[in-house]
Every structure is written in structure tokens, then in C-alpha cells.
């Protein structure tokens, strides 16, 4: 009974999101695009309803769809599907309401009709591959993502929107067909054979062969998620789509390229030589410094943000990394912890990423620009929305009672309890991971509270914020359910930890669950009750000993001069320190330049900074490629002399030579 | 019984924290010279402080005015888990330094609100130097972690590892000593009392505070020197007397004590700045790369000792 109904619900919600885009399609009117929207989260909330009962039936795997034509199940729901399908649907739940809310505000720039009819479509593309046990099935679901994604980045038309969608295409496209690549090297070309056949079939390939689909599933599945070298579309492309589906890119869609690259390193491959893991968790670690050290130094607010994305993307790649690491010096609980550090992590940054885009959408559409450089003060004119925002900074800086936290703190804490026992050289490994991830740390704190204080804190820099007002319910609604799932996350991270059955994790004391390692334990409510409580006791303190309301309002003292907003600490000036330390890694060029007031003055100039914030990865790794693709496809151009005879012949030498190749 | 040892450890800790920024400010002036203030002048300013009229600036928000509650609040917190007199309470080390952090947060977002340069600058530069100190916190830390075999920071004291069993851990107190100058804001990182605003950092960023904000503030700086002074000499030398039973004997023995033990601390804090200067801003990332190395040595030899 209750499998059928899992199955039943399942269904439902893959109907769902694909007929919402049938209906998307039906009117231009927006009350039609609002119906395809609401079914769509209703769709999504049933598929994380789905996967909450999956975990209570307590069943290993779940068939869903079977079919004799396509030799066996087709789709089918176990363990680690079900979680990813529980996190991915939940943020589409959010992303959808606040679509219906958002949307409405930009329907002079996008035509609202396609960006409905793709957002369903892409969402369909990707339940499509968390449920898929056949290569085909997950490519073809792979392919309606990357494809819908892709146009969903076009739909501003902006000459920017197009290069990046351009890059996007590139690279999603190399990514796929190296993805398609590794699955028929792996199942030896059977596409319909579930991914527990390929394990079996693979078990004969050569170390080398396995060598080849390992470095082509980490170009696949990471130049989806944007890991380095492969990331330079994640920063233009994520920005330039509408923010809801910024949202959806950064939050979900990411997760998705994960959960790919989880599922053949869990259930194909078998346990990997220990220097392969040494590369996943180097190009994660590289990633995530990469990541945050461009999200400090960024003043586009979406830019910002999609830097975050890629040093978070980083840091679960490196926890990945370090899982497999695990299994290979077979140090099984270190396993289990990073895995499951993967899984919070990944759900937590589903949650505040995806409501830190949506807020960002807020923000720019009170602000009508990206630029930190304009903005300043708007906490004056939405203040419960800034309360919000602020709530989502502190969980993605991984601070103590948030959500952020927990991932980060299982695996670091797991790292210190496993150092001790492993060799010399693993050590070093551990120890460098432990200092990158807190290094990191460190920086995307800075990032994320210079974003939220050169946005929200001090006066305003431009006229438009003067004129922002609170985001309607709707709006408000959704970032505030990002809120509190996250906050839910971050108090009841041991019973979510229970009801997914990595109980082990967790230690029962009294009352209180709170997680627990091999030495270490961290209560989450008892820390966080521990804060708002001190907190309280100060406030309460502060009244006994002081007057309640002994105050005057003045403006901020500026050595006795009047005072503007001109005045302020700007976000260039506020990163400046990291600038200045890491000037090495980023070799950007600051330029003063002088005009003269009067040309025939050389002592009155008016002068300003110039500061070029080149990307010096793309200049050395990628303008090389370019001018070589360029090079050599005028080479070719020489056979293109547009004689129909010479074509000809050249069809014959290729068919020849192919007769001999056979043979 | 552990929370009653926990809310005694506050109450001291709290009455004492402006006697130690007194103490150290009193041998600053007696080594330069100076006859120097009362060490209990502090309690007399923050007294006057909480009674005079607050100027709150047009240009700030509400977030101005959370500020000092949650920086305050997030201190008391550290007074409250540390081992410092009793031998704390759930002090995952990753916990521990997770709440300094957001101490530091909000005093950046409180400098930055004041919508002047000085705030900001004040700002910029407190959030690069902690966010920079993080992975320094963190290996220096698990550097103790490995030597003691556990994460608590209570636990590493209770576990009783002096100099004299196992002198390679000196490296990792070096880096805690260089931890704590930064976290505080005092030389080489920053002058405490200084008045000139290109070299300011903590006092930037609360310029725009005044009356009981200004001594909320100041009180959680007063409480942070304390803690460190205390944890810092509990990890020295940690079988010196903590308090495990109530009674009046052994809380007014561990009163004497920990006088005892700030006195010391401070008055070697007061040489130590006497006899340094500060450094650079843009000199900075020497210090901080500096205390990151010795926490590294401190952990990679406890790690090579473990095995041998």
C-alpha cells in the first residue's frame, strides 16, 4: 500500500511539472502562466513529500516505472535519489511560489510565456534525472535541463546574456558528451543497463579504461557544476538569467551535477586507486578558493553570489573527494561522515542560495542595478526584508547555530578524530584540506558580509533606493520559507540525521539529540539557545542599568564638515586589504587617470580610479585555446576554395580510407 | 552542577573583566614612566557611560542597534563555555571559534552602518584580519586537539598536558599568544589607545557609539582580554586549581587565583607591548601568515610525535 502510494505520488509530481508546461503554453495571459506555476510547486511539494515517505517505509529502492520495450526499470527511487529528490524539490516548491510573485514585475523585459513554459521544463528535466537508473534516461534528462537552462540564460536578449549563453552552451555541451562518453565506455555501449548492471558489467574494464571514464565524468559532471578549470560560464551565465532562475541554476540545478557524479562514484565504480581521490579533492579545494576569492573581490551583486556558488560547489567536491579517500584507505566511518556532510551541506546551500538569489531579485528590482557601488541604506526602506537576508548570510557563513555549520563541522571534526590514525603523506592530505576549508571559511564570511552591509547598512548611494518599498507577500513569503527551512536545518540537524537513518551520527542525552563524533559533540539547540539567551540576559541588563529611551538622533560625525553619502567606505575600497594580500593570484591592474579641469592647467586635475579586474585564469588558459581554434580553423578554411570537385574527391579519399580502416 | 559551576564562572568573570583591562593599562603607564590610573577606573567610566545620553546617527538602521547586544551577548556566551574557572561547558573547539566570528560580524556591520569612512575603514580592516586569523584558530586548535585526543577545549585543559610532558606543544601556545594579540585588537595588530584613525581598527569601527552602546562594547572587549588572558594560562598551566565543587572556600580561593593569574598575564602584555611596535596594515599578512606557520609546525610535530 504505502509503496504504491510512493509510486503514485512520484508520478504525480513528474506529471505535474511536465503538464505545467503544457499549460504554459496554452495563453499569453499571465493568469494562465500563474496556474502553470502553482501547479508546478504543488507538483515539486509532492515530490519532497514523496521522498519524506520513502524514508519512513524504510525500503531500499522503489521502482517506478518499468517497461519490457526498454529491457527492465527504467525508474526507480533509492536512497541516495531520494535525498537529492527531497532537497531539489523542496527549493522548487520555494522557487515556483516566488515566481508567481516575481515574474509579474518583469514582464516588459521577458516574455513571461517562455520563461514559464522552459522553468517547467527545465525542473522536469531535472526530477527526470535524480529518478533515472538507465544512462539513457538520465542523459536524456540531463540534455532537457541543459538545454532549457541554456535558453532560459538567452531570454533577456542582451548582448551579454548571449555571449555567456554562448559560453554555456559550449561548455555544457562538452560536458554531456563526455558524461555520454564515460557511461558507454563504462556499460560497454548497453545504454538500457541499470546503473547496478554497468557496476557488474564495468568489474572486467583495465585500470586504464576506468582511468578514462574518471577523467571524463570529472570534466562532465564538473563543468556543470563549475568546478575549476571548467567554470568560466558558471559566474556570466548564472547572473545573466532572471533571478528566479538564477535561484534554480545555482541552487538546484548544481546539486543535480553532483548527484551525478555521487551516483557513479557510489554505485559503478569501484572503490578508486587513492591518488584519483587526491585530484577530485584538489580541483574541489582549488575551486573553492578560486570561488571565494573572486566573491570578495566582485561588486556585482548576482556575480557575487554565483562565486559563492562555485566555492560551495568546491568545498562538497573536496568532501566527495575525501569520502572516496576514505573508502580507498578503507577508513569506513570517515566514509559515512563525509558523505554525510555532503548531504547537509548540499541542502543547506540549496536552501540559502537559492534565497539569497531570490533576494537578490528583490533587491534589483527596488534598485534597478548589480553594482554593491550603488546601493547602501536600503535596511531604511525594507527592514524586515533586510532581517530576512540577514538570516540567510548568517547560514551561509557557516556560523554556529545556522545550517551552514553543520556540514562543515561534521567533516572538519571527523578530519581531526581520523588524523591522528592514518600515514604521513594521508596526513598532510587531511591537514591541508582542514586549512583550506577554514581558509575559506574565513573569506566567504568576508564576502557575504560585505554584501549584506554595502547593500543593506549605512545611507543610500543612489536615488533609486530612496524609492525602494517592502517586496509584496508573495515575495516576502518565499525567502521567508527559505528562512526557516534553513533554520529548521540548522536546530534539528540531528533528528533530520535520524529520520534518514544516519542516526549513528547522533548521541541522545536527555532530552536534547545533538551530533556526535568519535570525540566531539555539538548540540545545535543548546548552542543556539545559549546565544539568544545571553542575548536576551543583555538586553534585559541593559534596561536595569540605563535609561530606556535617552536618546538624540544627529548625523555621524565627519570632523565637522557636513557629511553625504559620497563619503562612505565603498565595496572596492572595503576589499581592498584582500586585493592588496593576494595581488599575486589576481594581477588585476588599478590605473589612476587625471583629466585637466582646464586643458592648459596642469595643476588642476580631477582624478579617478581605474581598476581592471581581469580574469587572469581566463587570459592563460582559455584566450590560448581560442587563438589556437581560430588558427586552425582558418587551416581548414584553405580546403573550403569552393570547387565541387575537389569536395568531391575529398568524399571519395574518406570513403576509401574508411573501406581500409574497417577492413 | 555543571551549570551552576558555569553561571559562578560568568558572574566572576564578568565583575572582574574591567579590573584586567585597568591592570593592564596601569603597567603600561608604570613601564613608560607614567604614574597611571586607578586599575578600577574602568568600573567608574562604564558606569558613567551607561548614564550619559546616547547620539544615535540619522544615517544608521535598525541593525545599528542590534549590534551591541549580539557582541556582547556572543562574549558572555565564551565567558559562559570556556574553561577559564571551572572547566567548561560544551566547548567544541569549531564552536568556539564560530562565535568569536560572529562577535566580529556584527562589530563590522555596526562600523560599516555609521555610514562614515572612518567606520568603514574600521570595518574593512577588522574583517580582514578575521577572516584571515580563521584557518590560524582552526589548526592551532586541532594542533591541541591531536596532542589531547579530544575537540573540547574543556577537555584539552581537564586533560592536564603541561610544557614540561610534552614541550613541542609550546609552538602551538606561541600561535594561540599571536591568536590572542589579534582577536584582541592590541600590538602589533593594533594600538588600543590610539587617536589617530589611520591606525585605528576596533576604536573605528565603534566611533559612532556612545552611552550605554559605547560600554556595551567596550564591556565585551573588556570580557574577550580576560578570557584569553585566563584560557591562555589555563593551557599553560592547566592542573592550576579550578573550581570543581561549590563552596565558599574554593570559590574564594579561585577569586584569589584567577586575580592572581590576570595580574601576571597582564603585566607580561604590558611589557610585551612596551617593547614592540606596530605593525603595517599592508605588513599585515606577514603576522597572520607567521601565527598560521607556528599553528601548521605546532600540529604537524604533535602529529609526528603521536606516531613515533
Known sequence: MNTQMIVFLIWFSLIGSFSASIIALLGRRFIIQKISLAILSIAALVGAI???????SAQANIIIGSSSILFGSVFEIDYLSALFFFIVNTVICIVALFSIGYLPLYSKTYNLQSVTFLMALFIFGMQLVLISTTPISFLAGWEIMSFTSLFLVFTDKQTE?????????????????????SFSILSKGLFFASFDEISIISSDLSIGLLGVTFALAVFGFGSKAGLWPFHVWLPEAHPQAPSNISALMSGVMLKVALYGFLRLALSVWPTLPTGWTYIIIFIGLITAVYGVLYAVVENDLKKILAYSSMENLGLLFSMVGVALFAQ????????????????????AHALFKSGLFMGAGVIMSQAHSRSLEVMGGLAHYMPKFSGLILFLILTAVALPPFSGFIGEWIFLQEIINTIISISQLNQGLLITVLATFSFVGGLSIFAMVRMFALIFLAGSRSKEITHAKEPNFLLSLSVALTVIASVILGLGAPSILKIIGLGSLTINNGLKTSLALTDGNYNPLLIGSLIIGSIILVFSLRYIFSKRKFERAYHTWDCGQPINSQMEYTATAFSAPIRFFFNILFSFNKKIIDTRIIPNNKWMISRHIELNRKHIWFELFYRPIARLTLLLSTLVRRIQNGIIQFYISLIVLALISTVFLSI | MTIILGFIQLVIILSLAPFCIGLVRFFKARLQGRRGANPFLSYFSLATLMRKQMVISTNTTWVFRLVPYVVLGSTVVLAFILPLITFGYSSNLFVVAGILMIGAIFLV????????????MGASREMTISALLEPTIIITLAGFAVVTGTSDIGDMVAAQITIIQTPHIILSIGALIMIALSENKRYPIDNPSTHLELTMIHEAMVLEYSGPYLAMLEFASYIKITIFALLLSNIIWPSLFLLESVDFISIATIIILTIAKLIISMALLAFFESIITKIRLYRMQEYLTGAFLLGLAGLVIALITNTL
Open chain 1, 161 to 181: 546574456s548571449i555571449k555567456a549563453g554562448l559560453l554555456y552552451l559550449i561548455m555544457t555541451h562538452l560536458g554531456a558528451g563526455a558524461i555520454l562518453a
Open chain 2, 109 to 120: 556591520f555596526g562600523g560599516i552602518d555609521s555610514a562614515s569612512a572612518f567606520g568603514g
Open chain 1, 50 to 56: 514523496s521522498s519524506i515517505l520513502f524514508f519512513l
Open chain 1, 328 to 347: 580507498s584507505i578503507n577508513q569506513p566511518l570517515l566514509f559515512t561522515t563525509a558523505i554525510t556532510a555532503v548531504i547537509i551541506h548540499t541542502f
